[in-house]
């Protein structure tokens, strides 16, 4: 009886909820647009948006956590914040190199506006002073947050991405796993492929590595060059299809058959599988799964399901899978 009383309250609440999801936003004609419908849209612009959103409360949370953090130093201390900071900001810190004051000069001379190494070398000292500074003090930092357990619970955002299948690199029961979307022809992903190698190495036997094809539309070649790496699969040569595809300066059709004929492959079966088109269902799937993940450009790399877009340094990626490795 009770079952037969709570079923209309449950479908009364479920419908508003099934209402919400398919909201009309606009009519055109006897056509309507629906919220689902204008939100994949936009997906990458709102993913964007919610990465610059957390970057921002992250930094104000780190911000914030430091205050407290030194505030409980100084109280150790006997001293307020202000003079700890005060303290920090002059600690002793060693005399820059001849070299390093040279490397940073040479570094910034496009920007110097024709100064001779004379004129700004002052200011490169103090800069150069300021970072040893900056180092001290994050240093104190971390070992305050031993000092004084703390925890982040501020969640980033993330998205649910599938390996669908595809080949990898790196244990299957990693606890970190990298899907990146990536084209051959696009010289962000050439550059961004030199990094990932960085990150293969250093983090070995603690990652997953997945790659997944997005062709820009633009690039009249890197279709036919992700068949052709799929193809290099078949004969156990992926990965080795795909780091020379990465680079090659040209990848133009009668290049993959070069490359199919120096790893050695059975260039017929290469051949007929290139003909065939037949990853060209696979292909497509990886191009809507990117669109649905809110990717719109290449390369894309999901750490975890954490969106990092474009060719980005060693250190994002590092900052990135330290996060995820601390949190398993």
Known sequence: MLQRTLAPLAMALLLPIAAMAEEIVATVGDQNITRSELEKSVKAE??????????????????M?????????AKTRGTTVEALKQELMSAEVPEPTAEQIQALYDQAKEQLGGQTLDQVKPRIIEYLKGQERAKKAQALLAELRT?????IKLAPPTVEVSDAGREAKGPANAKVTIIAFSDYECPFCKRADETVHQVLKEYEGKIR???RDYPLPF?????KA?????????QGKFWEFNEALFKATDISEPKLGEI??????????????LASDKYKTMIDEDVEAAGEAGV???????INGRMLSGAQPLERFKALIDAELQKS
């Open 219 to 223: 690039h009249k070649n890197a279709r």
């Open 46 to 63: 709102l993913m964007k948006n919610e990465q610059e959103r957390y970057e921002i409360l992250e930094q104000g949370l780190d911000n």
């Open 65 to 73: 956590v430091s205050d407290k953090l030194l505030e409980m130093e």
């Open 147 to 151: 000092k004084h357990p703390t925890a």
């Open 226 to 234: 992700a068949m052709a790496a799929r193809c290099a699969g078949d």
């Open 260 to 273: 199919a004929t120096t790893l050695t492959l059975d260039k017929a079966k290469f051949d007929e599988c």
């Open 209 to 211: 590595y997945v790659h």
């Open 296 to 302: 719109s450009g290449t390369p894309a790399f999901f």
